[in-house]
């Protein structure tokens, strides 16, 4: 008798032209429907995510050690530290692969920007100053981003994004004049200052007291803009020319072992003291926190809605069972009549939507994964029909739609849809195996 159960429930999903297999049918899709978006929209969103990880690791620097507030040996600013023997510090740590010098601030703390002007027209774009070291992890993680031209920080030179580069109007060989930000917003407010009806000579005069920092730099260099961010990079005495920095530097930029455990990583380096008290850090994870703590809440937020999706196919489950349980009333008066046990009666109906949903669960993933394949096509021809480009890569920097599939996400997947098709089904099938015998055979007949 213990696989009775079992043999009747396929023997109810017999196909059959009657109303029962219609709802059966649609049950399956239901279940379908709701495993393949799960299985599409989780796998892009997991996909998007890790992309974009790995994008960040791949231009950002892993870690920066800085000094807090002032610059050391300014007023008001800590005691000085030698940075050049905290960077031999470092650089000897077993956790990192490289240490170096950079200038991405201000005097001030601002973040550090370039006027870029090229015929007539002017840009600004935030930069790194570094050295071209043959130990610098950074600069060598961004060589494998450059589109045109070559990676040179030697003389005065600077490395834009091929997007800036284009919107700027200006090519790798091309001599760009560089003027100091600061130095542009003085200017800018000193002109506001003047009066409207000031003497043309006067007006001059007073704005010959104010001198813009400029600098002819080289174009040697163009990177993708997709994989490599918009940020522009130039010599490190350049950048300390152009952000008042003297012979200081905004920090010392770290590339680590295993960048993935960045915070742990400088967490431990922070306490073995090898850190000056009057310097912190921050990782590329700290420095991007708010957009990888936003993905990965709309990853949770969109497993709940799509939860809802599962719920709707689980209510079609339930409804096949009582439609089923109702029709089959006058065959479970018999099976109860000839001492079948209530478990056994729960037992038929809850196999058969445990079949239901399995069926349905390899449809939604046989469908999930095709959808998944042609997920790019899709999005073209949608482009293509909307006029809308539905993934644009300015806000997402990736060129196509990413996707990762994991274990745990089918696992949970699939056993969620089951879990509740199983659950929706119980509720009927209890009221029908405790119905009363002679009351079922006379209602049946």
């Known amino acids: 008798m213990t696989s009775a159960p079992l043999f009747l429930a ?9 109303f029962i297999s219609v709802i059966t049918v649609i049950s399956m899709l239901g279940v379908m429907l709701g495993v393949g978006v799960l299985v ?7 996909g998007w995510q890790r992309e974009y990880r790995q994008m960040l690791i791949g231009f950002e620097p ?3 050690v800085e000094p807090l507030g002032a610059l050391e040996g300014e007023p008001g600013g800590p005691n000085p530290v030698d940075w050049r023997e905290l960077r031999k510090t470092l650089a000897q740590r077993p956790e990192v692969v490289s240490a170096v010098p950079v200038a991405d601030r201000t005097r001030d703390g601002h973040t550090g920007i370039l006027v870029v002007e090229n015929s007539g027209s002017l ?16 600069l060598q993680k961004l060589k494998k981003h450059i589109k045109e031209g070559q990676f040179d920080l030697q003389g005065d030179s600077i490395v834009l994004s091929d997007k800036f580069a284009k919107e700027l109007g200006a090519k790798v060989g091309d001599t760009l004049v560089v003027h100091a930000a600061e130095s542009v917003n003085q200017f800018i ?11 043309k000579k006067k007006r001059a005069a007073a704005l010959d007291d104010v001198t813009i920092l400029s600098k002819d730099l080289t174009l040697v260099a163009t990177l993708r803009a997709d994989t490599a961010g918009e940020r522009g990079y130039v010599p490190l005495h350049v950048a300390q020319e152009f952000f008042n920095l003297d012979s200081n530097i ?25 850190l000056p008290e009057s310097w912190g850090y921050r990782t590329w994870e700290q420095q991007h926190g708010m957009m990888l703590e936003s993905v990965e809440n709309q990853r949770t937020m969109m497993w709940f809605l799509l939860l809802f999706i599962m719920l709707v196919a689980a209510i079609c489950v339930m409804n096949t069972t009582i439609t089923v349980t109702v029709k089959k009333r006058r065959e479970i008066g018999i099976l109860t009549a000839l001492g079948t046990r209530a478990w056994q009666i729960i037992a038929i109906f809850v196999s058969q939507a445990g079949i239901v949903a399995l069926v349905g669960v390899v449809a939604g993933l046989a469908s999930g994964f095709f959808v998944l394949s042609i997920r790019n096509w899709i999005r073209d021809q949608i482009s293509i029909i909307t006029g809308r480009d539905i993934f644009p890569q300015d806000i997402y920097f990736l060129s196509s739609i990413p996707a990762h599939t994991s274990l745990s996400d089918l696992l949970i997947i699939c056993t969620t849809a089951v879990a509740l098709c199983l659950m929706a089904a119980l509720v009927p099938s209890w009221f029908a195996a405790r119905v009363d015998p002679a009351v079922a055979l006379r209602d049946g007949g």
């Open 10 to 18: 396929l023997r109810y999903l017999r196909p059959t032209r009657s």
């Open 250 to 274: 905004s920090g010392i930029e770290l590339e680590l072992k295993d960048p993935e455990d960045a915070e742990r990583v400088m967490a431990t380096i922070y306490r073995s003291g090898a």
């Open 62 to 64: 892993h870690a920066m």
């Open 40 to 46: 599409f929209v989780m796998s892009v969103f997991s």
């Open 189 to 199: 407010q000193k002109y506001r200052e003047i009066p409207e009806n000031e003497d």
């Open 123 to 138: 840009q600004g774009v935030s930069v790194i100053g570094m050295t071209d070291d043959k130990d610098n992890g950074l």
